[in-house]
Each structure stands twice: as structure tokens, then as C-alpha cells.
């Protein structure tokens, strides 16, 4: 597979995960009984398994990888951070204040994300504040 298809998809799988974390969180703040159906609660899951395994494959097919090069150690060490905050929002929140605000922060993290992404910086947008 070539390095622009492989990019392209997972582009589409970015744009899928978080759509769909949007839409949830909608669901989530106006308490739709769609966040329960059982399509919304594995979809996702192998939306983004598809996306961390192209990420894969893309750094693997630049040569560079997460703990050596630190871009991709701060994408990784981001999408920890977004998979807690979505569960928050999502699920664990005990109080919809909270939900929301980790809902919130989540998109949040998920701009850094791609932000880093695009720079090949740790500190993605954050950069014109160290530099």
C-alpha cells in the first residue's frame, strides 16, 4: 500500500473517531437512548483499532517510532490522555458538569493531537509558546 493511501485513511479514520465522539457526546448531553445501542458501543471501537493501526503503519513506514522520536511519544502519551477524557465524558463522569467538561477537553486534546501531527513537534500548537 502506498505512504499517500495509507495517510489518506488514516485521515478518514481521524475525521471518523472524532465525528463520532462528537456525536456521542451530543447524545451523551442530551441523554439520548441512541448512546446505548449496541452499533454505538462497537463501531467505535473499530473505527479507532483501525486508526491506531494505520497510525502504525505510517510510522512504521517513515522509520520512526514512539519513545524515539518524541512527536510521535507525545501523540501516543495524547491518546492516552483522550481515551481517559473520553470515558469520562462518555461514561465515568459521575455528574454531567464533568462529562461535559472532559467532553470538552477531549476535542481539545484530540486538536493537540493532530496539531503535533502536523508540526512533527511535542508541543504541537503549544510551540509559538516555547519558542
Do not use: C
Request: charged content about 10%; hydrophobic content about 55%; overall charge positive.
Amino acid at each position: 500500500m502506498s505512504y499517500a493511501l495509507l495517510k489518506s485513511i488514516h485521515y478518514a479514520l481521524a475525521l471518523a473517531s472524532i465525528g463520532g465522539f462528537v456525536l456521542r457526546g451530543a447524545w451523551m448531553l442530551v441523554e439520548s437512548p441512541q448512546l446505548h445501542h449496541r452499533l454505538t458501543r462497537t463501531l467505535p471501537h473499530i473505527i479507532d483499532t483501525l486508526f491506531l493501526i494505520a497510525g502504525l503503519a505510517l510510522a512504521h513506514r517513515i522509520f520512526q517510532y514512539p519513545f524515539t522520536h518524541d512527536w510521535l511519544t507525545a501523540k501516543i502519551l495524547g491518546l492516552l490522555v483522550y481515551i481517559v477524557l473520553g470515558s469520562i465524558a462518555l461514561k465515568r463522569g459521575k455528574t454531567k458538569k464533568q462529562r461535559g467538561v472532559a467532553f470538552v477537553t477531549a476535542i481539545l486534546t484530540f486538536a493537540w493531537i493532530i496539531s503535533v501531527a502536523m508540526s512533527k513537534s511535542p508541543w504541537g500548537f503549544f510551540n509559538t509558546l516555547v519558542s
